[in-house]
């Protein structure tokens, strides 16, 4: 089966923790945005839904028969059907659990550039975005990733269960976003994140991912995404 | 089995979709947090975890020997359970993308009342509130209402499959809560939400529900929750 995935093309956004699934699973996916005339099929599935599911918003994927949406809903289902989930049901909630809060996390970052309304462009909400980025910076950062590190201390090179999960794939793109658009606050929390760097990396190295980031499906991290890399943000 | 909620005492809060899918259900649980030495125990699970797991914020769950957290992961699990999860594959991912969804909704409407730091009052950002109260009832909650009454005119009284779900809970809530909170937003999008607002109705009349709703177990809407009435976002 070859999976649909429906997400705007030109920017990583929620779509990549779906395609980074699909990715080390190895399994074969059309990223409709991305080819000619999909960006009206994306839209048309918003507007008139999409075999009588209604996504809120992209990233949604074609699954046969079946159509999901929302990221964290997606990649359970893809890695609990690949491999790439625990197999007991502690794990299974554990990592849906993990999934949905880098999800927040994703919102929380998005929300230092639109802290406002996400209608507008950045430029016309920059000092509350400064206000906001402040405080994502020193206080939010923080919290999220050292609760991930806790994780890792806790459970060993993997964020729940024995194997990489879709969890650890999620944290994995987390930390390489907040790398590149908080470059200097990275830099400084970094020794207090071994575990969680070490695991990026091991994830990276993994042959379906590394074959997978060094190729053009991969689209670098921009400033039309969630991820992105304003100095004024990150002093 | 006892389930055992850990939340905080004196709000509803996210611990609302939860609490209604237990009454609904007719479980048995433990209000924790509203129990004498309940805060110190639930921030005991905070800091040093509930049996291994490590939940970023309440509420978390404590059912038998599995522990969750995560709104939506917590209720698509009781639902599911319960009864209160539609049976087919298609329509459990339907589900979960719904209540994924409105926790989405939940986390802007918390974001009204502190757009710049959930750390800091509500008096220290009142002015960006403003602004984003002002972007949120304009653009957010149409999209959002219009999105619930949408399904509801393709899939009859329920959101999905052909019974009440957690799903249906949680809109049930959200509606409250924004009823509440923006009062004459609600009232002017009142007669684009027929069906949105008789799912509402319908929820209510239900037996448990409806002695819930009764009882001191339900907390009333106050200025400590997310559901703020602030008059001067809701002009």
Chains 1, 2 share one sequence.
Not at 8 to 35: I, K, N
Not at 156 to 165: A, F
Request: glycine share 8%.
């Amino acid at each position: 089966m070859t999976y649909e995935l429906y997400y705007w093309p030109g920017l990583q956004g929620r779509g990549e923790f779906v395609r980074l699934v699909l990715e080390d699973a190895g399994e074969e996916y059309v990223d409709v945005g991305r080819e000619p005339g999909g960006v009206k099929k994306l839209m048309r599935g918003l507007e008139h839904g999409l075999d009588g599911v209604f996504p809120f918003a992209p990233p949604y994927l074609r699954a046969g028969k079946l159509v999901l949406a929302q990221t964290a809903n997606i990649t359970r289902y893809l890695g609990e059907k690949h491999g790439l989930a625990p197999k007991t049901e502690n794990g299974r909630v554990a990592a849906s659990m993990i999934a949905m809060t880098i999800a927040d996390l994703v919102a929380e970052v998005h929300d230092t550039h639109h802290p406002i309304s996400v209608q507008q462009t950045y430029e016309t909400q920059k000092a509350t975005a400064k206000k906001r980025g402040d405080v994502f910076r020193k206080e939010r950062i923080p919290k999220f990733t050292s609760w991930l590190e806790h994780m890792l201390e806790q459970n060993g090179r993997t964020l729940t269960g024995s194997s990489i999960s879709y969890a650890d794939l999620a944290a994995f793109q987390i930390v390489c976003g907040l790398e590149y658009a908080f470059p200097n606050t990275m830099k400084k929390q970094a020794k207090k994140l071994p575990k969680l760097l070490a695991l990026r990396d091991h994830i990276a190295a993994r042959p379906n991912i590394a074959k997978y980031l060094a190729s053009p499906r991969r689209v670098p991290f921009n400033e039309t995404g969630i991820f992105r890399q304003y100095p004024e943000l990150d002093p």
